[in-house]
């Protein structure tokens, strides 16, 4: 009994001192928790947003509208109400008319909510036993749907995942077999050797981009409004921020399981709070801020904005910055702290 109480001691210390054991069974769970009870906090039920179309009509139907205080209601262009519809923002869209049609995506829990409220209110009380003064009209067509939100998430979150865990990976296997000790004692510059992953990793993100494209346009009927030559210039942009980031993760790491913790630490937040799955709206105001400034929400909004909006490079000045920014420092600090054993 003595040898195994020493065993199941020996087993213990083992796993407190493996880094990724830590993190998967108490910093995981806690953040998980954290940024979903945010996005998701059980508040108090706030009015459900709707827009009314620009156009003939609008006014009247707000005028009706405004008085339930069930819901929150705006006037806004069709296109850009459209687009609030499909990334959730949105519960109802109501376009003006001799019978009013309510666009509502089938995916949204909020939309039979928002379609019973607004018939409600647009119904005079003699009609109130007849409700079908609003024509329902469920958004399907490409580039309003909640899977035309989700596939650009997607593609900045493989942009991250990969970059983060190929590069960072490598260099500590490298590390750990004494293969970049060797590395240093050549005439090689440090600058040339970091330049040198962030460019085979933008030469596989070319090829990740146009995969990923191809396989939302084939299988779920992803449109493009923007150009090809755009969307891969951001892509390229998201995979050398985060091949930067990974380049400063493995700065110190030894161990591959000490690198997997750190990779995680910096990905997972990221991956609940930029948008990726459900608009990054969903969390309380005082941490737009930070959301805005990570580089995932970057190359999210900026992978929407040209395949569902049609954006052009020179519109996406704010995001690209964000991107530069944690691409460079990141680099810097890398080229400074960088151990070769």
Same mark, same amino acid.
């Given at each position: 009994m003595n040898a195994l109480g020493q065993l199941v001691l020996m087993r213990l210390r083992m796993l407190m001192r493996q880094p990724e054991v830590l993190f998967w069974t108490f910093i995981f769970p806690v953040v998980t928790s954290l940024f979903l009870g945010l996005a998701f906090r059980n508040d108090s039920l706030g009015p459900v947003r709707v827009a009314v179309a620009e156009g003939p009509g609008a006014p009247a139907l707000m005028a009706k509208l405004e008085g339930v205080p069930e819901l929150s209601a705006e006037v806004a262009d069709e296109?850009?109400?459209?687009?609030?519809l499909a990334r959730g923002q949105l519960s109802l869209v109501l376009l003006p008319g001799v019978v009013p049609e309510a666009l509502v995506d089938p995916s949204q829990a909020?939309?039979?909510? %928002?379609?019973?409220?607004?018939?409600? *209110?647009? @119904?005079?009380?003699? =009609? *109130?036993?007849?409700?079908?003064?609003? #024509?329902a009209t469920p958004v399907s067509e490409p580039g309003?749907?909640?899977? =035309?939100?989700?596939?650009?998430?997607? $593609?900045?979150l !493989?942009?991250?995942?990969? !970059?983060?865990?190929?590069v960072a990976g490598s260099l500590v296997a490298m590390r750990g077999g004494k &293969? $970049? #000790?060797?590395?240093?004692?050549?005439?090689m510059r440090r600058s040339q050797f970091f330049v040198s992953y962030m460019l085979a990793r933008a030469g596989f993100a070319m090829a990740e981009?146009?995969?990923f494209c191809a396989f939302a346009r084939w299988l779920f009927g992803v449109p493009m409004f923007g150009s090809y030559f755009?969307?891969?210039?951001?892509?390229? *942009?998201?995979?050398?921020?985060? *091949? %930067?980031?990974?380049?400063?993760?493995?700065?110190?790491?030894?161990?591959?399981? @000490?690198?997997?913790?750190?990779?995680? &630490?910096? !990905?997972l937040p990221m991956m609940f709070v930029s948008g990726v799955f459900f608009a990054s709206g969903n969390f309380p105001s005082w941490l737009q801020p930070v959301i805005r400034a990570l580089p995932l929400t970057a190359i999210n909004d900026s992978l929407r904005a040209v395949m569902l909006e049609g954006a052009s490079l020179a519109s996406l000045g704010a995001p690209m910055l964000v991107l530069a920014a944690w691409t460079v420092v990141p680099l810097l600090l890398a080229l400074r702290w960088f151990r070769w054993t």
């Open positions: 296109a850009s109400a459209r687009r609030r909020e939309g039979r909510t %928002a379609r019973l409220l607004v018939e409600q *209110a647009l @119904a005079a009380p003699e =009609d *109130a036993a007849r409700p079908a003064v609003v #024509k309003n749907r909640y899977v =035309d939100f989700l596939i650009p998430g997607l $593609l900045g !493989s942009l991250m995942s990969s !970059s983060l865990w190929v &293969l $970049l #000790k060797r590395l240093a004692a050549t005439p981009v146009f995969f755009t969307l891969t210039l951001v892509g390229l *942009a998201g995979a050398l921020c985060f *091949a %930067a980031l990974g380049v400063l993760v493995a700065i110190r790491a030894r161990t591959e399981e @000490a690198v997997g913790g750190l990779v995680n &630490l910096v !990905s």
